[in-house]
């Protein structure tokens, strides 16, 4: 919520130069779907099998991307994501959400209600989920993730926090450039 495509300049300048990078805007307003960000990056994409890759709110956009057209899909990576909220966290995100302005509501209410747990072992495709070391909301979260997707890796980002592409884009971009390279 607190980035944009700016903060993924890193990776599309070291990656930009052997595939195609795409660095969407999520319209973070009253509106705000999940379901329908993911149906807007297909638009865009193209129509042969992408790596596709998100962080945080945009983990969970990827992930729904994955889940609605995994045949589209390479390689999958999702950094600072998880499947579904515990009790405890839904409960934080509401009270964030009431107290936040239209917009935010709305993007809380979306991460209350995300739950693909049930539907992610249909995601045979190789998935990274990263997580920068000192993200300790989501260390427990994305390693949960890891383990219910059928082929995932799960990669700790040190010296990193949230946004760890920002935080750490160097360890980032090995991470992300050895898992996508790989055969």
Known sequence: MGTGPEAWQP?????????????????????????????????????TPTDVCGLSLGALVALRAALDEPQRVRRLVLCAGFSALPRSL????????????????????EGR???VTRELDRLTMPALV????RDRPNRRLSRALADRLPDAQFRLIEGAGHVANVDAPEAFNEALRSFLDAT
């Open 11 to 47: 990776q599309v300048e070291a990656f930009s130069s052997s595939r195609r990078v795409l660095t969407p805007r999520l319209p973070l307003d009253a509106d705000f779907q999940i379901g329908a960000e993911a149906a807007r990056i297909w638009q865009i994409a193209d129509s």
């Open 130 to 133: 990263l997580v920068g070391e």
């Open 90 to 109: 839904r409960a934080l995100q509401a009270v964030l959400g009431a107290a936040s302005r239209t917009s935010a509501r709305a993007i809380f209410r």
């Open 113 to 115: 209600r995300f739950d």
